[in-house]
């Protein structure tokens, strides 16, 4: 019987257990994308709290393309000491971290009017209204080579690995998406065509890094968006692609926000377990189609439940993200034995402009 408190290996990575605090954006860097003493303890006590692994939230790989308030930055050398700091305070809790590195595009209501906004094609955002330039190839060029120095800092700056942010809605997510990817070059139409930049991403971060480097993906499973979507079986080729161009592991969310929070990847009132550990169906079946570690994302709330898939699925690990942003000592009571329901109800409060605190701490 395997157990969610197994220490397990993703790539080079040793997690203490199969859980691992998904990129949650802290809104807590400084104004240039500094890393903060805030942030540092924020993350620490997570660290603390007894989770297997932790992703940041997304951080900005170019200096222009800056969805949110308060992300940090890796798209210069400069940022390298402060995210060392980071690190290593991360590590002396033993828990290893990795960086979650993304071009957000469209889906921005952030400085939207005063810079340079790219997308695979010039169509409109259905909820920012933000129309982004279509991307020349060398635009593609430029963003590609971004995440490839971007996870370079990130092997200096002590981070155990690079997770490439393609879910969401942002720029990569927008590739794979019919909808926003009208495309009629190579970087369009086919799902070989819609994940080229992503699969040049990945080879382009392999030759900055060590061969043994850890490259993780966050992806959906689907997008649900109908006949203009991303799909179940597009997105097992996809994973299948990137198995054979040396992923280590894949992270399975999914969803869209163009409808609102129910068909998110961040669903509301998740309390019953039939609601719980949304993608894990899709999550579990594409992993029975490809030989790499799979992380499953969305709804994990209940011990049993996650121990059950656990067993009778594909999944290796469970992304936390709402739950440990309201009990980041969740993880730690939950191993020693206490395995009582969270107190997150899924309200979707967790934002805040001075640092995105869970509304049940503030
Ligand atoms: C406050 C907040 C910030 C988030 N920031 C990110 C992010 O930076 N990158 C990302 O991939 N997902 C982000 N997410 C999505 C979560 O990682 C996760 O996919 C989603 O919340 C569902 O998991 P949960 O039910 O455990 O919350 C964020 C979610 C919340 C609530």
């Not at 590195?101 to 010039?122: D, H, K, L, M, V």
């Not at 669903?267 to 377990?273: A, D, G, L, T, Y």
């Amino acid at each position: 019987m395997k157990s969610l408190f197994d220490k397990i290996n993703i790539g080079k990575i040793e997690m203490k257990n199969r859980l691992m605090r998904s990129a949650t954006w802290e809104n807590m860097a400084d104004a240039d994308g500094y890393v903060t003493d805030r942030l540092i303890e924020t993350l620490e006590e997570h660290a603390r709290g007894g989770i297997g692994l932790i992703v940041t939230g997304y951080g900005y790989v170019m200096k222009e393309e800056q969805p949110n308030a308060g992300m940090p930055a890796i798209w210069d050398d400069r940022y390298i000491p402060g995210l060392k700091k980071l690190t290593d305070r991360i590590h002396a809790q033993g828990t290893p971290i990795i960086f979650q590195g993304c071009y957000g595009g469209s889906q921005t209501a952030y400085n939207a009017g005063e810079r340079t906004i790219w997308g695979p094609s010039a169509v409109e955002h259905p909820i920012y209204k933000v129309t982004p330039q279509e991307m020349t190839k060398d635009n593609i060029k430029t963003v590609v080579e971004a995440h490839a120095q971007a996870a370079r800092r990130a092997e200096k700056g002590g981070f155990d690995g690079f997770q490439m942010h393609a879910a969401h809605g942002y720029l990569y997510s927008q590739f794979l998406t019919p909808y926003y990817n009208r495309r009629t070059d190579e970087y369009g139409g086919s799902i070989e065509n819609r994940s080229r930049i992503i699969i040049e991403t990945l080879n382009a971060i392999r030759k900055q890094v060590s061969a043994d480097y850890p490259i993780l993906i966050k992806i959906h499973c689907s997008d649900y968006m109908d006949q203009d979507g991303f799909t179940v079986t597009e997105s097992t080729q996809v994973a299948k692609m990137l198995e054979e161009h040396g992923i280590t592991a894949i992270e399975f969310s999914g969803g869209n926000f163009t409808k609102g929070w129910d068909d998110s990847a961040i669903k509301p009132k998740i309390i019953k377990e039939e609601k719980q550990s949304y993608f894990s169906e899709y999550a579990s079946w594409i992993g029975s189609q490809i030989n790499v570690p799979v992380i499953s994302t969305g709804g994990n709330r209940s011990v049993a439940l996650m121990e059950e898939k656990l067993n009778t699925s594909t999944i290796t690990a469970f992304g936390l993200s709402r739950v440990t942003h309201c009990e980041p000592d969740l993880p730690g009571r939950w191993q020693s034995g206490d395995h009582a329901h969270p107190k997150c109800v899924s309200c979707n409060q967790c934002w805040h402009e001075d640092g995105n605190i869970c509304v049940l701490k503030r």
